[in-house]
């Protein structure tokens, strides 16, 4: 009988440990929420430029130092689902046949971010009218120098013991980066007439078909 009041306490013990994380979770999620939801609406209401990081921390009724916790920058509100983007590519790149030529793999994998990105939302929406007032913001430096400085990184580790593994990985990552910048360009020079996750898709497959060495 000791035994099991014991064991019952134990329980009792993991359970309420459980319910503790499991609130400090939903508070890190609404406090996420929140900060998002107060850079979208003032963003609408006073533009991008013109709202700032403490803008944001008053009407999300949090501290400035909380704001950079959650987000590094301003820009990074305009793309919340960028690190679950940014895991999605590097779980698909090392799925990939180790076999498989480099930036096929990464090319491929690219195409994980871009097919997310089309998906349709009233927020996405909204960003891609933002977008179209302020091109410059539609991929950030921030976004680009993190993607480029990932892939250099899943390159030395994937392709560990290769011959010249550190110029194939700034490589990589270079022709990437140039994808990003053209597909940005374009989108801004034919006045956003295409989705911009579009045309990034287009690029990719471009590129693809630019270094296929194959005879024909």
Partial sequence: ????????????????????SSLRQRKKDATHQAITDAAWELFAEKGYEETSVNDIAERANVAPRTFFRYFPTKEDVIYPEFEEMLQRVRDEFFRRPPDEPLMTSLITSMQ????????????????????????????????????TNQIEEWVLQRDA?????????????????????????HWVSTGATEALPDLGHRCLSLVQDLLDTRSS
């Fill in 112 to 147: 994980t971010m871009t097919d997310t990105m089309t998906a349709s939302s009233s927020r996405n929406q909204q960003r891609l009218m933002m977008l179209k007032r302020s091109p410059e913001l539609s991929i950030s430096d921030y976004i680009r120098r993190r993607m």
């Fill in 1 to 20: 009988m000791k035994q099991a009041t014991v064991a019952e306490s134990h329980a009792d013990e993991r359970a309420a440990l459980a319910s503790s």
């Fill in 161 to 185: 013991g290769c011959a010249d593994v550190e110029l194939r990985a700034k490589l990589a990552s270079g022709i990437i980066g140039l994808i990003m910048d053209t597909s940005r360009d």
